[in-house]
T-cell receptor, first 111, second 115 residues
Framework: DAKTTQPNSMESNEEEPVHLPCNHSTISGTDYIHWYRQLPSQGPEYVIHGLTSNVNNRMASLAIAEDRKSSTLILHRATLRDAAVYYCILRDRSYGQNFVFGPGTRLSVLP | NAGVMQNPRHLVRRRGQEARLRCSPMKGHSHVYWYRQLPEEGLKFMVYLQKENIIDESGMPKERFSAEFPKEGPSILRIQQVVRGDSAAYFC?????????????FGPGTRLTVL
């Protein structure tokens, strides 16, 4: 399985940008990089996904390294509501259609 | 446009009883996935279903667990003769096509407590 490595936890101050890193050195050419987050006592929530190019949406930006061996989820202005566990997931057709969740990064946002 | 719905949100069972967890996918979605999250752990895939078909059950325990997604009605995850180790949050997700680029939309989960 292509695996991802994320820091266990990170802290950010409110209204500052947050850069959440993810390493995936064994990524294959057909793996999509997905980010989900899970707020306390809730189900995971889609954040963003991409293949090769950087991606932006209303929630976040995804910066993908040129060699695709790493990526960074960027929250432009963290709010208290962004405190969650963030999961970086690779998804390839060969693994079936399920997501393989790792332990993720627990983001704390300080007021 | 209602999201993925799961019920009950909380379920308490005694050891040996049966637990039935229901999941109604988003409107227009015909692909359903079940995940389990043990306390303080990440989500683990259990089973992937399309209408009337089990596509991938590689994450399902071999005994006591079963899942279905009938032509009409919600998907059901059934746990027979529950044990304390089954206490967990069970999440259902749905997607429209089942493609690797699909976003999966998750429900709020059912928290099962086995006494």
């Amino acid at each position: 399985d292509a695996k991802t490595t994320q820091p266990n936890s990170m802290e950010s101050n409110e209204e500052e940008p947050v850069h959440l890193p993810c390493n995936h050195s064994t990524i294959s050419g057909t793996d999509y990089i997905h980010w989900y987050r899970q707020l306390p006592s809730q189900g995971p929530e889609y954040v963003i996904h991409g293949l090769t190019s950087n991606v932006n949406n209303r929630m976040a930006s995804l910066a993908i390294a040129e060699d695709r061996k790493s990526s960074t989820l960027i929250l432009h202005r963290a709010t208290l509501r962004d405190a969650a566990v963030y999961y970086c997931i690779l998804r390839d057709r060969s693994y079936g259609q399920n997501f393989v969740f790792g332990p993720g990064t627990r983001l704390s946002v300080l007021p | 446009n209602a999201g993925v719905m799961q019920n009950p949100r909380h379920l308490v069972r005694r050891r040996g009883q049966e637990a039935r967890l229901r999941c109604s996918p988003m409107k227009g979605h015909s692909h359903v996935y079940w995940y389990r999250q043990l306390p303080e752990e990440g989500l683990k895939f259990m089973v992937y279903l399309q209408k009337e078909n089990i596509i991938d059950e590689s994450g399902m325990p071999k005994e006591r667990f079963s899942a279905e997604f009938p032509k009409e009605g919600p998907s059901i995850l059934r746990i027979q003769q529950v044990v304390r180790g089954d206490s967990a949050a069970y999440f259902c997700a749905s997607s429209p096509f089942g493609a690797s680029t699909d976003t999966q939309y998750f429900g709020p989960g059912t928290r099962l407590t086995v006494l």
